[in-house]
């Protein structure tokens, strides 16, 4: 539907009034962005448009459809395009003015009008709705939206009865978290209908509805990306009036999904729709669920391999057969188009996307988000990215295409124009290697004019950036990989790593040297018994390399493996069946005495992950621990003691493995956790709760010191005005006791959402932050460690009061306020200083007045 390909399954909490803040972060500890990614992927404006992100609509044999960015002016088209390909017509280019910019979803057509939305720009800058005539003509804001009571970034289409436009804002309304509205066709009488109240102030109510609505006689049926009683999202419904709201089904995130995007479909009174997380094997799901919330049906559960994964899209209904599309999987893991039957049964992968690759002819596209729209046998719709290649290799950005409803006849009908690249790199998320003075580590995407990512060395002050290698992706005749998702290992004066794709097509291991010389790719996986699509990094013991790969195997569960340096001998050790051992492992290794130790975030017999053992002598495997599942039966619930979903690399001390679970613990939000390398002592250090300066969904594995664990978390921490979190860099002691939070990204120039392990020099920890930065491609940073006592706030409210307490032996900190988060955040100290009314070992400090935030400071 929306949004890019690389996205998060974000649950952020907006701390909007009272003081929410906890004691904020200290200037003794120094953090330092190294570099700003720039990530070749500075659009140049082009008439046509590029990244069409939402459904297409059919009038005769002309298909209309937006562009989320290109066109004149670089904020977007509207677009039309005849069903053979031919007679391509931006009708218009919006200037990301008072006009709009960025649509992020479809128009409607009532008579020779098309009627849509745009995510940001028009008067205010926060989204507007808009028509124009279908010949281009008379382009209209119908409504500016304002970012307050009446909602912010629509990224929903319309639905259309009578006079009156309803959809959806995806933030704003009276609480922040979205809203339902409505408007007349010539833009008077805008209403909000209802506002999302988020977790704060109703637990049970969704937030964040990114989907548009459907309406059936005077109720509006609609999803909720977030919220409800489990934190996944919901289905809603609602009167035209704004009376009724009634949420009818909350999402688990297990066998009936997570996180719906997309609009729903309605057939008499069964909705049917899609959800782009979770589900059995958590790639997402197609669901069907009555319109009074009665009979919930998991209709497929996507595995995120052959099938397809994370389907964003809506779906199209045709007799009892069901067509859409998934952002990833497929036979080559950029998305496919799909179809099954409303009784759950005769699912079938219509086309797997291949990409843009001059090397094979392929220009079909890559990641649909998008839903369908269907004409006799033949299935329209549009790919974010891919499509044609041109001399220089770089990828267009987007393409129309039409399939039968049998898979067969697969046309591109339109690739958008290109990006202008240049040789950085995008997206680290893997964690770094020191050496001396020089920090290597790699970039998922960028790294040239292949856009398939790179290795790069820094020094530790931030000097001497280098592009070590850019990888080619298959393309021109080179077979060196796609996409290095996983950590480096330097053996010498030479890195081993891994891609996730390249080579035959299943991803590859490479060596590089540190002086950028003698790039080898030394082993291409061909996806069989010997593994496919390895996203993490290597460990080196004599000269033998052992890791994973999380597809592959007998079930395409994945492998690990061993294999010399040299390429030759690569042996299976173990292949994955998810039903005992587990499932995609996605994670490093680390080597005791002769064992490995591993994890794997899906599968085992609760299915919510393992820890395993593999003897690389013997071949013997020995599943060391199941994580437990909470409720009647295997994958019942993410909110478990334990944690669910192992994804980070162990670490072993002694007898004893640390790691993470991105998800389960106390409150859902993920958990640090120890176990004996036999299996006992199991051990929950810390649950996230996504509350204050804590995190939340930690993916990388821990680094140890003395007693004390570090590691980073993709969410939580610093929350901007639009309630968004960017994760922190934390501390934790081996006995669970003493959690900090270190550093709380702002998403801003220090980078956000960390997914990679830490690397500790010194007194100084160094790592990656996978977005954010100058240019939103991400950082590499380091944050020294001075010593520092952690005062935390707390806070209460008494009538008009906000009452706040910390302990009397914290000296030295001071209290600052703010009314809002948005960069820059101007702290203020509190005066006239707060009243002590206590002075034995709490100090308390009543302050009147609401909506400010504070923090101690030094």
Not at 23 to 37: D, E, P, Q, S, Y
Not at 109 to 138: H, M
Not at 356 to 373: E, K, R
Not at 718 to 732: E, L, N, R, T
Request: aromatic share 12%; proline share 3%; charged share 10%.
């Amino acid at each position: 539907m929306k949004t890019n390909a690389k996205k998060l399954f974000l649950l952020p909490v907006l701390l909007a009034a009272l003081g929410l803040l906890p004691a904020g972060r200290a200037l003794a500890r120094t953090f330092t962005v190294l570099h700003n990614f720039t990530g070749n992927f500075e659009p140049s404006a082009n008439s046509d448009g590029c990244d069409p992100v939402d459904n297409l609509i059919l009038a005769g044999n002309i298909l209309y459809g937006t562009a989320s960015a290109g066109g004149t002016n670089n904020s977007g088209t509207v677009f039309k395009v005849n069903t053979d390909g031919t007679g391509f017509t931006d009708l218009y280019s919006f200037t990301g003015g008072n006009d709009g910019g960025n649509p992020m979803a479809g128009l409607i057509l009532s008579g020779n009008t098309l009627y849509g939305t745009v995510e940001n720009g028009g008067t205010n800058g926060f989204g507007a709705v808009f028509e124009i005539n279908t010949d281009g003509t008379g382009f209209t804001n119908l409504y500016s939206f304002t970012g307050g009571n009446d909602g912010a970034k629509p990224v929903a289409g319309l639905v259309l009865s009578g006079n009156t436009l309803y959809g959806t804002v995806e933030k704003g309304g009276t609480n922040g978290f979205g809203a339902v509205f409505e408007i007349n066709t010539d833009g008077t009488c805008f209403t909000n209908l209802y506002s999302f109240a988020g977790l704060d102030s109703n637990p049970n109510d969704g937030f964040y509805p990114m989907g548009g609505l459907v309406l059936s006689g005077v109720t509006l049926y609609g999803t909720a990306s977030q919220g409800g009683s489990m934190s996944f999202g919901t289905v809603f419904a609602i009167n035209t009036d704004g009376t009724g709201y009634t949420n009818i089904y909350n999402f688990g995130g297990f066998t009936d999904g997570g996180n719906p995007q997309a609009s729903l479909i309605i057939s008499g009174n069964t909705l049917y729709g899609t959800a782009s997380f979770g589900g059995l094997f958590f790639g997402g799901s197609v669901f069907a669920v009555n319109t009074d919330g009665s009979d919930f049906t998991s209709v497929y559960g996507f595995t995120g391999g052959s099938d397809g994964g994370n389907p964003e899209g809506s779906l199209i209904l045709s007799g009892n057969t069901l067509y859409g599309t998934t952002a990833s999987g497929g036979t080559n893991g950029l998305g496919a188009v799909f179809r099954v039957n409303t009784d759950t049964t005769g699912f079938t992968n219509l086309y797997s996307f291949t990409g843009a690759n001059t090397f094979t002819g392929a220009s079909d596209g890559s990641q649909p988000v998008a839903g369908l729209v269907l004409s006799g046998n033949t299935l329209y719709g549009t790919t974010e990215f891919g499509g044609n290649t041109d001399v220089n290799g770089s990828t267009t950005y987007g393409t129309l295409f039409g399939v039968n409803t049998d898979g067969s006849s697969y046309t591109n009908l339109y690739s958008f124009s290109t990006f202008t690249p240049d040789g950085d790199g995008a997206y680290p998320a893997a964690g770094l290697i020191l050496s001396g003075n020089t920090i290597y580590g790699t970039c998922s995407a960028g790294g040239g004019t292949n856009f398939h990512g790179m290795v790069f060395a820094v020094n530790t002050d931030g000097t001497g950036y280098t592009n070590l290698h850019s990888f080619g992706g298959n393309l021109n005749g080179i077979y060196d990989g796609n996409t290095p998702l996983g950590g480096l290992l330097l053996s010498g004066n030479t890195l081993y790593g891994t891609t996730e794709f390249g080579g035959v097509g299943a991803g590859n291991l490479f060596a590089l040297n540190t002086d950028d010389t003698g790039f080898t790719n030394f082993y291409s996986f061909a996806g069989g018994d010997d593994g496919g699509n390895p996203v993490a990094g290597l460990i080196l013991s004599s000269n033998i390399l052992y890791g994973t790969t999380i597809h592959g195997g007998y079930t395409d569960y994945g492998v690990v493996f061993a294999v010399s340096t040299n390429g030759t001998g690569l042996t299976s050790l173990h292949q994955f069946s998810v039903t005992s051992d587990g499932a995609l492992p996605n994670a490093g290794l680390v080597l005791a005495g002769n064992i490995l130790y591993g994890t794997a975030p899906g599968g085992g017999t609760n299915g919510e992950g393992t820890v395993f053992a593999v003897n690389p002598l013997s071949v013997a495997f020995t599943n060391v621990h199941n994580f437990a599942a909470t409720g009647d039966g295997p994958l019942a619930t993410y909110t478990n003691a334990e944690g669910a979903g192992p994804s980070g690399t162990l670490i072993l001390a002694g007898n004893t493995l640390y790691g993470t679970a991105e998800y389960g613990g106390t409150s859902g939000y993920g958990a640090v956790f120890k176990m004996n390398t036999d299996g006992s002592g199991f051990t929950n250090l810390h649950s996230f709760t996504f509350r204050g300066t804590d995190g939340a969904h930690p993916l990388s594995g821990l680094i140890l010191s003395g007693n004390t664990l570090y590691g980073t978390a993709r969410q939580g921490g610093f929350y901007d005005v639009h309630g968004q979190s960017y994760g922190i860099v934390f501390a934790v002691n081996t006995d669970g006791s003493g959690f900090t939070n270190l550093y709380s990204f702002t998403g801003g120039s220090d980078g956000g959402n960390p997914v990679a392990s830490l690397l500790l020099a010194g007194n100084t920890l160094y790592g990656t932050a996978e977005y954010g930065g100058t240019n939103g491609f991400g950082t590499v940073f380091s944050l020294s460690l001075g010593p520092i006592i952690r005062p935390q706030l707390v806070i209460n409210q008494f009538g008009t009061n906000v009452v706040l307490s910390w302990a009397a032996s914290a000296t030295g900190f001071t209290l600052q306020s703010a009314t809002n988060l948005k960069p820059p955040v101007a702290w203020n100290t509190v005066s006239p200083e707060p009243v002590i009314v206590s002075t034995s070992n709490v100090v308390t400090n009543a302050i009147s007045g609401a909506w400010n935030f504070y923090r101690l400071i030094k």
